[in-house]
């Protein structure tokens, strides 16, 4: 099993920046690929940024490259990543959630979401 925490959810004026944590642990990541997704009020969840495996790159969507940033940090049985989201815009109110999935098809997790405001 994979326990993912996220945190620095928040309200933040349009132009203005966040940085997303997402602590994991419970197994070694190594073959996952590792992201964030969100989802708005009365649209479909969506990928954001994500961490390819297959690949070594990062994934980002048209609607964020050059103001979104994921980085990953690898402590002692946890890795945590990071979502730094800076210039943000009222289009990117949703709740953010943190996820990690193994490439060998082993498990999909979730975090519990956390909830970013941008007030125009």
């Known amino acids: 099993q994979v326990q993912l925490v996220e945190s620095g959810g928040g309200l933040v004026q349009a132009g203005g920046s966040l940085r997303l944590s997402c602590a994991a642990s419970?197994?070694?990541?190594?073959?996952?690929?590792k992201g964030w997704f969100r989802q708005a009020p009365g649209k479909e969840r969506e990928l954001v940024a994500q961490f390819r495996w297959s690949t070594g790159r990062t994934y980002y969507a048209d609607s964020v490259k050059g103001r979104f940033t994921l980085s990953r940090d690898n402590a002692k049985n946890t890795e945590t990543l990071y979502l730094q989201m800076n210039s943000l815009k009222s289009e990117d109110t949703a709740v953010y959630y943190c996820?990690?999935?193994?490439?060998?098809?082993?498990?999909?997790?979730w975090g519990q979401g956390t909830q970013v405001t941008v007030s125009s």
């Open positions: 419970g197994r070694t990541l190594n073959t996952y690929d």
């Open positions: 996820n990690v999935r193994s490439v060998l098809d082993t498990g999909d997790y």
